[in-house]
């Protein structure tokens, strides 16, 4: 989970303007979307979902035990597009990134 809170680890992009930040974050994301992990994660993400939402209609969990097994998905999810991000963005101000 310490993926998601090392945001400024790449080397220079503290420095850059705000402006800059904004264009480098837009194209990260731009390539993350269009990349083959991402649809696999996705994929991944859907199969979760839909598990997650199965096992609470057939238990007939109700309040925080429903709302459990879906948002487990996030604890999996969010480092890795935070990692995935980092690397981005390493890539594009040139750097090598050894995430």
Do not use: K
């Not at 264009?23 to 269009?34: D, E, G, H, K």
């Not at 979760?48 to 999996?76: K, R």
């Amino acid at each position: 989970m310490c993926d998601v809170f090392r945001h400024r680890d790449v080397p220079g992009y503290c420095q850059l303007p705000w402006l800059t930040r904004c264009r480098v974050n837009v194209q990260a994301l731009l390539a993350l979307l269009c990349s083959r992990p991402f649809v696999r994660v996705v994929l991944w993400l859907a199969a979760w979902l839909l598990g997650s939402y199965v096992l609470v209609w057939t238990h007939d969990l109700g309040g925080p035990a429903a709302a459990i097994p879906p948002l487990l998905a996030l604890v999996w999810v969010l480092p890795w597009m935070a990692r995935a991000r980092r690397a981005e963005i390493a890539r594009l101000l040139g750097y090598r990134w050894p995430g």
